[in-house]
């Protein structure tokens, strides 16, 4: 009986291990180049991918559109490009952040007034 009791707690401490692992080397690369959010000519917010990453961003404001998504929910842009959110009005204060698949996996962006 102590045996298997052994048994079944080193099988379950290797598995938490080996998972643990597979977590850590699957997250990417570390030196992530993050997103460049800003305002284009005509006051909208733009959002810069740098080449070879991937990356999807939100932009949240208390004026409408009040929550977007760029390029849109659950999906991930490669780069090199620009994400293009939808027109927010005239001195509306947006916050922008993305998610990436490289460290670090989270951007919290700048707070944005549309102009």
Same mark, same amino acid.
């Given at each position: 009986m102590p045996n298997r009791l052994l048994r079944g707690l080193c099988i379950t401490a290797t598995t !938490? #291990? !080996?998972a #643990? #692992? /597979?977590v850590t080397t699957s997250a990417g690369s570390a030196s992530a180049t %993050? &997103? #460049?959010p800003h305002l284009?000519?005509?006051g909208q917010i733009v959002v810069d991918v740098p080449a070879g990453e991937w990356w999807s961003c939100e932009a949240v404001s208390t004026s409408p559109p009040f929550l977007t998504f760029a &390029? !849109? /929910?659950d999906q991930? !842009?490669?780069g090199p490009t620009q994400l293009h959110f939808p027109p927010f009005p005239h001195g509306a204060h947006v916050w922008v952040n993305?998610?990436?698949n490289a460290l670090p996996v989270v951007y919290?962006? %700048?707070v944005l007034t549309v102009r």
């Open positions: !938490a #291990a !080996a #643990a #692992a /597979l %993050p &997103p #460049a284009d000519r005509s &390029p !849109a /929910l991930f !842009a490669l993305c998610n990436g919290y962006g %700048p």
